[in-house]
């Protein structure tokens, strides 16, 4: 078990992807509900529901699970995760702490990469610990336009390189973000001074934004693909 540690899922009621898929039925439980159980799987004792959505507060949730009502205006679509965290942090959790973000839009996300996310955090040496998962490296041919310049993203010469000389790339799939609470507070921001991470697959790491999206989780979580 993780005392110290507090899981959150946020889950609000707008979304024009998908509308209502924080509390749609995804293989007999509700998609946020998978990221809860994921949380209570890793040993968690103390998970947060941050959210807007009045069903949410008439379900039948484990005794380590409370639901907070989240203000509406910071569940439009404009809102940022920092500004979710810091209501949160100021209205529900005075004290300290270790953090672990889990958004209800990575249903796929297990408890050991959650466990192995605590793990790396506890190990000392960074602010954020995080999920990543493979990306096209061909992003290290891009760059940005100043006047009529072109400047790389990265090292210039991958500009020129072959597609198969490239190095393995990564990117934050949004599954899980780990981080202490009082330099959330104190930087009212994400840090990313120091970043380790946990690496996911590509299919671990889909993100439901629509309904297609929502029927291929559907369909791995039905045939075991992500045991």
Known sequence: MHPDVIALVPARAGSKGL?????RELCG???YRHSVDA????????????TDIDEIFHHSLPDCVSVVRRP?????DLTTMADVM?????SALPGGGT????????PLRKPRHIQAGLTLYAGGD????MSVCPANPGVLKWGQIHGDRFQTLSDPRYCFANRQSLPPVFRPNGAVYIFDADTFRANKDFSAASIKVVQMSEQESLDIDTLDDFRTCEAAISQGMTQ
Do not use: H
Request: hydrophobic share 50%; glycine share 10%.
């Open 126 to 129: 960074c602010s954020l610990a």
């Open 99 to 106: 953090i672990v973000l889990l958004q209800p839009t990575s």
């Open 86 to 90: 810091l209501e949160f942090l100021e």
């Open 72 to 76: 509406p205006e910071l569940a439009g």
């Open 29 to 31: 439980k509700p998609l």
């Open 39 to 50: 949380a209570i799987g890793a040993g968690i004792s103390k998970v947060f529901i941050s």
């Open 19 to 23: 509308p209502g898929k924080n509390v």
